[in-house]
């Protein structure tokens, strides 16, 4: 059974940072896309940044130079860099595993970055 596991959310100020983590069990980290999604109040859940099993990134947009995706094969664990955060980045943050055939989430860790 797959369990992601997220933490290092909290209240950050403006222009600071945070770092996500997302540790996994029952599947490797090293052989699977993972992802990073948010989905903040009132809006639909969208797709931050991914991680392909020979460690190719993607961002979205809004994020493009301020977050950073990464993993730590030897831990099992994903992470997600946040730099220069603002207001807006505001949302609950969810680690996402392409594993084949059904995807799997993590409980979600909430981000509020205040102005």
């Known amino acids: 059974q797959v369990q992601l596991v997220e933490s290092g959310g909290g209240l950050v100020q403006a222009g600071g940072s945070l770092r996500l983590s997302c540790a996994a069990s029952g599947m490797l980290v090293s052989i699977h896309a993972m992802g990073w999604y948010r989905q903040a109040p009132g809006k639909q859940r969208e797709l931050v940044a991914t991680?392909?099993?020979?460690?190719?990134?993607n961002y979205a947009d809004s994020v493009k130079g301020r977050f950073t995706i990464s993993r730590d094969n030897a831990k099992n664990t994903v992470y997600l860099q946040m730099n220069s955060l603002k207001p807006e980045d505001t949302a609950v943050y969810y680690c996402?595993?392409?594993?084949?055939?059904?995807?799997?989430w993590g409980q979600g860790t909430q981000v509020t970055v205040s102005s």
């Open positions: 996402y595993s392409f594993r084949s055939p059904t995807g799997s």
């Open positions: 991680i392909t099993s020979v460690g190719m990134t």
